[in-house]
């Protein structure tokens, strides 16, 4: 009769230390395993072994979570910006806000169409429509005080 050989069960971390917080911030920060290796005094292959245990993504998800509520907090700030830029920039400016805008709204880029519509008085509705308007009237720059106005219409129309 043949004995087959019993494969061990896989190891499982059971708690992270210090240096296993601190290689798995590095590694959410985007440095690479070789480096964190050395970092940390680990092994790169133990970092990839790292990664992969169920108590560090949690640990990875929960830093992200954190992230996240962060970056929620900031939005108002960054609606205003991306106002006060269109009301008082630059041309180049107001064009890189207009995009901002457009990609936050989900109305160009990853998720276009996704987002939800303004409820109203939402402040990011007036500026959509102001945004609306300067697409329709184009302004060249001004030379010598003159300023010229350019209509601009959907082909077909």
């Not at 092994?43 to 790292?50: D, F, R, S």
Request: charged residues 30%.
């Amino acid at each position: 009769m043949e004995m087959m050989a019993e494969t061990p069960a896989p190891v499982q971390l059971q708690k992270l230390s210090p240096r296993h917080k601190e290689a798995l911030s590095l590694l959410a920060q985007g440095v690479k395993r070789d480096l964190v290796g050395k970092l940390c005094d680990f092994a790169p292959e133990y970092i990839t072994w790292l990664a992969r245990q169920p108590v560090c993504q949690a640990y990875l998800r929960e830093m992200n979570e954190l992230q996240s509520v962060r970056l929620e907090a900031l939005f108002e700030k960054s609606v205003d910006v991306i106002a006060d830029t269109l009301q008082e920039g630059t041309e180049d400016g107001k064009l890189k806000a207009a995009r901002l805008h457009l990609e936050v709204t989900g109305r160009v880029g990853r998720g276009a169409g996704q987002a939800q519509a303004p409820t109203e008085g939402d402040f990011l509705e007036v500026l959509a429509q102001r945004l609306v308007g300067l697409q329709r009237k184009v302004r060249e720059r001004t030379y010598e005080g003159e300023s010229k106005v350019i209509e601009i219409t959907p082909q077909g129309q």
